[in-house]
C-alpha cells in the first residue's frame, strides 16, 4: 500500500471512531465545596445534546469519590426527596439543567474534602460504552455566568 492509501484509511477510521461524547457538550460545570469531614456533594453543570440523534447517559464516574451517581429532586406531599437515576436520555438538540432541586449528580464516599477554587474531572459514561469527561469548578455557592 502507497503511504497515501494509509492515511486515507487512518482518517477514515479516524472519523468513524468519533462517538456521541463529540456531540454532548458540558458548560457551566461546578461541584460544592465541602466543610472537613463532610463526605457527599452534588455536582451541576448544563449538558446539550449536538447531534441528530438521542444520547443516554448511564452512569457518573471521578476519582475524588466511591460512589457518583446521577440523582433527582423532588417535592411530594410538601417534603423534599433525592433518588438515583438510573439512565437520562437528552434527545437530539436538547439541553438539560443539572441543578439544585433538580437532576444533579451526586458524589458520595469523597477521598477528602473538596476545598472552594479546586478542579476536579467527571465523567459522564453513556450507553454506546463511550464516556465524556469534563473538569468541574469547586464552588461553595454558583458563580454567576453570562449566556448569550
Known amino acids: 500500500m502507497t503511504l497515501r492509501a494509509l492515511f486515507v484509511i487512518a482518517?477514515?477510521?479516524?472519523?468513524s471512531a468519533s462517538g456521541a461524547?463529540?456531540?454532548?457538550?458540558?458548560?457551566?460545570?461546578?461541584?460544592?465545596a465541602t466543610p472537613p469531614g463532610k463526605v457527599m456533594t452534588a455536582g451541576y453543570a448544563s449538558v446539550e445534546n449536538q447531534s441528530k440523534e438521542?444520547?443516554?447517559?448511564?452512569?457518573?464516574?471521578?476519582?475524588?469519590?466511591?460512589?457518583?451517581?446521577?440523582?433527582e429532586t423532588r417535592v411530594e406531599r410538601d417534603r423534599s426527596t433525592m433518588?438515583?437515576?438510573?439512565?437520562?436520555s437528552i434527545e437530539a438538540g436538547e439541553r438539560v439543567s443539572l441543578k439544585p432541586g433538580g437532576l444533579h449528580i451526586m458524589l458520595m464516599k469523597l477521598s477528602e474534602?473538596?476545598?472552594?477554587g479546586q478542579s476536579i474531572d467527571i465523567c459522564l459514561?453513556?450507553?454506546n460504552?463511550?464516556?465524556?469527561?469534563s473538569a468541574f469548578s469547586v464552588a461553595r455557592h454558583r458563580k454567576a455566568t453570562h449566556d448569550h
Open 11 to 15: 482518517l477514515t477510521l479516524a472519523s
Open 21 to 32: 461524547s463529540d456531540n454532548l457538550i458540558i458548560s457551566d460545570a461546578w461541584v460544592r
Open 54 to 71: 438521542a444520547i443516554t447517559i448511564t452512569g457518573v464516574s471521578t476519582e475524588v469519590a466511591d460512589l457518583a451517581s446521577l440523582h
Open 83 to 88: 433518588r438515583p437515576v438510573a439512565q437520562l
Open 113 to 116: 474534602p473538596l476545598s472552594d
Open 125 to 127: 459514561e453513556l450507553q
Open 129 to 133: 460504552n463511550d464516556s465524556l469527561c
